[in-house]
């Protein structure tokens, strides 16, 4: 784990930045990797955000040095560094792990069930779940059991619906889509046979 206190020199921007450095006959070898994480993703981050080694020390309060060692897999993060370094990216703590797990893509089968008077097939993954919906004219859903802390957004395919959140009533044509917090009170109703793709997006958690 990783000591930030240990270090005791501040590191220049020429000796932070990899692409900056030059190589040397000197320069220690690549420490073999012994857990199932690559944190070199916080380069990727930073760099695709457009920030500095410099920036994310400024605002997560982790050193440049540590920093630096960790996107070079030279350091694993405690769990209140990933927390705090998350944060500086917008992100938690566990998403930024899931990024850092040795895997480029995620893999997983849909599932079928029926809910009121639709017919859905689900595929669920860590950040988000997919709902492919449909249902004949007069069909009606109201799903309490996946409504979360979530951000939802549905997309008429096919056909129309009615759509009840809380008070207010939506009229959603084929191509139109709406956004909404899952929280709120809502439902779905079938003006002639259609099919709605529904998707829970989680919203960034603080850890």
Request: glycine residues 6%; aromatic residues 6%; negative net charge.
């Amino acid at each position: 784990m990783i000591d930030q206190t240990s270090t005791t020199k501040a590191m220049g921007p020429e000796e932070i930045e990899d692409e900056a450095a030059p190589e040397t006959a000197e320069a220690p070898p690549k420490r073999e990797k012994t857990h199932p994480y690559d944190f070199s993703i916080l380069r990727n981050l930073r760099k695709a955000q457009g920030f500095t080694i410099a920036d994310i020390a400024q605002a997560s309060g982790i050193s440049t040095a540590v920093i630096s060692r960790i996107e070079r897999n030279q350091a694993i993060p405690e769990l209140d560094t990933l927390s705090r370094l998350g944060k500086a990216f917008g992100i938690s703590a566990t998403d930024l792990l899931g990024l850092a797990e040795f895997r480029t893509a995620q893999i997983t089968a849909s599932q079928h069930y029926v809910s009121g008077g639709f017919q859905f097939q689900h595929i669920n993954f860590m950040n988000i779940q997919c709902f492919l919906g449909s249902a004949l004219a007069g069909g009606t859903v109201n799903r309490p059991e996946v409504h979360h802390n979530d951000h939802e957004i549905c997309w008429v395919l096919q056909g129309s619906i009615e759509m009840v959140l809380n008070e207010e009533r939506h009229v959603l044509k084929e191509g139109d889509a709406i956004q909404f917090d899952a929280v709120l009170s809502h439902s779905y109703r079938a003006l002639s046979d259609c099919r709605i793709l529904t998707l829970h997006i989680r919203k960034g958690k603080q850890i």
